[in-house]
């Protein structure tokens, strides 16, 4: 692993959960670890609901727009979480795999997105006390 580790989040659209997790770890790790979301078929916005269930703690996930995942992206990260979609991802020797079984937020209201984006959190802060950055 890098002196700045890369985590990889994977979904099949990349709109929601794995925009998400991508959210939380930049708003918790800043600069320390490279942070990347992808999917497999990439939807065509990030879920207006994820959005708001995380502007709702401070944090925008409209910069990043939903991108396919390609094989350079993979394997170049050292981390690779997928989301628990039965998203198949290229498997490479060294690398860290975590599968995150999460609801999908697709189609859900506020109220059942609140649950997810907190579980999402809570994950991510313990991928980050597992990682080689200093922060927490």
């Given at each position: ?34 942070v ?26 409209t ?71 200093g922060?927490?």
């Amino acid at each position: 692993m890098s002196a700045r580790p890369s985590v990889l989040f994977v979904c099949v659209h990349n709109a929601g959960r794995s925009q998400m997790a991508a959210g939380w770890l930049r708003h918790l790790a800043g600069d320390t670890v490279e942070v990347r979301s992808a999917g497999s078929d990439p939807a065509d916005r990030v879920n207006p609901v994820a959005v708001e269930a995380m502007r709702e703690v401070g944090i925008d996930i409209t910069a990043d727009p939903p991108r396919k995942l390609d094989w350079d992206t993979a394997e170049s990260s050292d981390v690779l979480v997928t989301m628990g979609c039965g998203d198949v991802c290229p498997v490479f020797p060294g690398k860290r795999y975590l599968d995150w079984q999460l609801d999908d937020p697709a189609g859900r209201d506020l109220d059942a997105v609140r649950p997810i984006r907190d579980a999402i959190r809570a994950r991510v802060e313990q991928l980050l006390a597992e990682l080689p950055t200093g922060t927490r």
